[in-house]
């Protein structure tokens, strides 16, 4: 007797869903900027509009083909890995840093970096197509909230007509992240700076890198940026850069 076809149909879904559950995410490109760690990352995409990064592109994907029409979008979607946030297992709840870490909400309800599948979501600006680098094709992009090494799984194109919902409500995190701070930047460590990086890191030091819930006055913090190491303290709203140190 033949299968029905409504039989036939229900195999072929067990099937694609047995290999859906077999699929294995490899990186389609990687992140190319001055963050060597997570410290002092923007905390979400689109917050630091010159923060420039370059996205190479894995060998067995450097086609120009699949970036035909791309030259067309002004911005793109990045599906990409916490590659330096790796945990066994998961918490339902975490605290996130913008209830000062005193109150516990779902992981589906955060971007926290801790969750069941490590994967993040980011909206970037397209500056340009690069075919000429030695990588080539690569692209360059902003607003960028990954460090250097961030594999990339997918790009999408934004597309404004469905991406954007100006009445769209965002549950605690309402509304942007508190007043930046004041930064006081002595004239022979800015020295030190590229001048090309001056703003963007500015931009950084204003917005807080310090990690959630770190209050002490007296400690100095420090991150790396465009091979130096910056180093400061944050005391009654303002930042000050007590030393830059060029990292070898």
Same mark, same amino acid.
Not at 229 to 248: N, P
């Given at each position: 007797?033949? @299968? #029905?076809?409504?039989?036939?149909? !229900? ?15 490899? @990186? ?5 900027? &001055?963050?060597? *760690? ?6 979400? *995409?689109? %917050? ?17 083909? +699949? ?6 979008? /002004?911005? %793109? ?15 339902? /709840? ?14 589906? +309800? ?12 980011? #909206? ?13 094709? /690569?692209? !360059? ?8 090494? !961030? ?11 469905? &991406? ?8 605690? +995190? $309402?509304? =942007?992240?508190? =007043? @930046?701070? /004041?930064?006081?930047? @002595?004239? $022979? ?16 030091? =204003? =917005?807080?890198?310090?990690p959630a819930y770190q209050e002490n006055p007296e400690r ?18 303002? %930042? !000050? ?8």
């Open positions: 007797m033949r @299968p #029905c076809k409504h039989f036939r149909y !229900t195999e072929k879904r067990r099937k694609d869903v047995r290999r859906m559950d077999d699929v294995k995410l490899i @990186p389609v490109a990687r992140i190319r900027n &001055d963050f060597i *760690s997570k410290f002092g990352l923007p905390r979400q *995409s689109g %917050l630091i509009q010159t923060l420039e990064s370059t996205l190479v592109f894995e060998p067995e994907f450097r086609n120009s083909d +699949a970036l035909r029409g791309l030259e067309d979008y /002004t911005h %793109l979607w990045l599906i990409w890995g916490f590659s330096e946030n790796v945990r066994e297992g998961w918490s339902p /709840t975490v605290r996130p840093p913008r209830l000062g870490g005193n109150k516990r909400m779902g992981v589906f +309800a955060t971007r926290s970096p801790f969750r069941p599948n490590p994967l993040g979501l980011s #909206c970037v600006k397209l500056r340009s197509i690069n075919l000429n680098d030695p990588s080539s094709p /690569t692209l !360059t992009i902003t607003g960028a909230d990954m460090m250097n090494g !961030t594999p990339v799984y997918d790009i999408k194109p934004y597309l404004p007509y469905t &991406d954007s919902i100006p009445d769209a409500v965002g549950g605690f +995190a $309402h509304g =942007a992240p508190e =007043a @930046p701070l /004041t930064v006081e930047f @002595p004239e $022979h460590w800015l020295k030190m700076v590229p001048g090309k990086k001056r703003a963007t890191l500015m931009q950084v030091l =204003a =917005a807080d890198p310090r100095v913090y420090g991150f790396g940026y465009a091979g130096l190491d910056i180093r400061f303290r944050v005391k009654d709203g303002v %930042l !000050t850069v007590v030393e830059i140190v060029a990292v070898l």
